[in-house]
């Protein structure tokens, strides 16, 4: 693992031989997984620690996404974001970001003159959003099928 670090971000490539280890640690918890996973990590025979939950549930989802190729970004967010980072965060443009706000579709607050979100509430709309595209996606996939169009 070859790994480039400038300021507070770091790439790290992984190596083929690093990939197939990822999947068969996936392959092997997909198998034994029936609950929340523990992962304890040991330096020699004596001393260990049970990792906390969110951060083993955070290495099982690193693990799956190194095992399937695909390329991983980790950065922390901040509690609070300006318009301008919330609506990078959505993939829209600002002026429709200020739209959703004040049709009170995704709570903000003010902070002297300026318009501020929390994280967890742009967060929470992206995953609301992802959803009822799948949802149509489902819903329209099933209508090919009904109506034979899938042939």
């Known amino acids: 693992m070859a790994a480039l670090q ?3 971000r770091a790439t790290v ?4 031989r690093e990939a197939e280890q990822a999947r068969a640690v996936r392959d092997f918890l997909g198998e034994h997984q029936s609950g ?3 992962i304890t990590v040991g330096v020699g025979a004596q001393e260990t ?3 906390p939950r969110e951060l083993a549930e955070l290495v099982v989802k690193l693990v799956d996404l190194v095992g399937r190729g695909c390329t991983v ?11 301008t980072v919330a609506a990078g965060m959505l993939d ?22 300026h318009t501020r979100l929390y994280s967890k509430d742009v967060l929470a709309y992206r995953r609301a959003q992802l959803e009822r ?5 489902r819903e329209l996939r099933a209508l ?8």
């Not at 490539?13 to 083929?16: C, D, E, F, G």
């Not at 595209?133 to 996606?137: S, Y």
């Open 6 to 8: 400038r300021g507070a």
């Open 13 to 16: 490539a992984v190596s083929p």
């Open 36 to 38: 929340p996973t523990a």
């Open 49 to 51: 620690l049970a990792m």
């Open 73 to 83: 970004t980790i950065g922390s967010i901040p509690a609070e974001v300006t318009t």
């Open 92 to 113: 829209i443009s600002r002026p429709s970001l200020m739209k959703l706000v004040r049709e009170q579709l995704i709570p903000s607050h003010k902070v002297g003159s």
């Open 133 to 137: 595209q799948r949802k149509a996606f």
């Open 144 to 151: 090919e099928e009904e109506w034979g169009a899938l042939d």
